[in-house]
């Protein structure tokens, strides 16, 4: 339910019914990735999904954050919904990818910026704002270089830092580790 449709809502994610078919590339035959699926994610909250290879994990994370087309025709829906006290109707989503998604031609800041620039964070905060999360994610002094540079696992920690540098009202990640050794990781 939005929260404006009742004050004690906090609920900032909301998929109800939400069914996504694709069309296989073998036979033509409709796959069914995600069938009725329902959750609701409340504000502050941290919800995992889980299960196996190729049961629409991503896909899921892909229609929440808006990359992935949902017809109606499937059936269901996915709203999104700011925070409480928010004067935008768009919460700003942040999103770690399973792979870093990094832009090869810029360097690590220049990655962060970009990410700023799109969502119009205030060039004046951007400094900041990429020293803060490239110390967060252990890659001070990496400013400069390029990603092509960096080893699979600072690559995705570069994700990681580009991600939460733009503050999100919503974080989505979608297996955001599964790069790193299992010290970086638990850090």
């Known amino acids: 339910m939005h929260p404006e449709n009742n ?10 019914n ?24 409340d504000e502050g909250k941290f919800a995992s999904i889980v299960g196996p290879s190729g049961c629409g994990k991503s896909t899921l994370l892909n229609i929440i954050a808006g990359i992935e087309t949902h017809e109606s025709h499937e059936g269901g829906s996915v709203k999104v919904f700011p925070k409480s006290g928010m004067t935008d109707t768009t919460p700003r989503t942040g999103y770690v990818f399973q792979n870093a998604r990094l832009l090869n031609w810029l360097t690590v800041e220049g990655n962060l910026q970009f990410a700023l620039e799109a969502q119009e964070i205030p ?26 540079n960096l080893s699979g696992g600072m690559q995705q920690r570069v994700a990681i830092a580009r991600a939460l540098a733009i503050e999100p009202d919503i974080l989505l990640m979608d297996e955001p580790f599964s790069h790193l050794d299992e010290i970086t990781a638990r850090k």
């Not at 004050?7 to 109800?16: I, L, R, Y």
């Not at 900041?128 to 990603?147: A, D, S, T, W």
């Open 123 to 148: 060039r004046e905060t951007w400094d900041g704002q990429v020293k803060k999360y490239l110390e967060m994610v252990g890659l001070e002094g990496q400013e400069k270089n390029y990603p092509l």
């Open 7 to 16: 004050p004690a809502a906090t609920t900032v994610v909301a998929v109800n």
């Open 18 to 41: 939400l069914t996504k078919k694709f069309n296989s590339p073998m036979d033509g035959e409709e796959f069914v990735v995600l069938d009725s699926i329902s959750l609701n994610v």
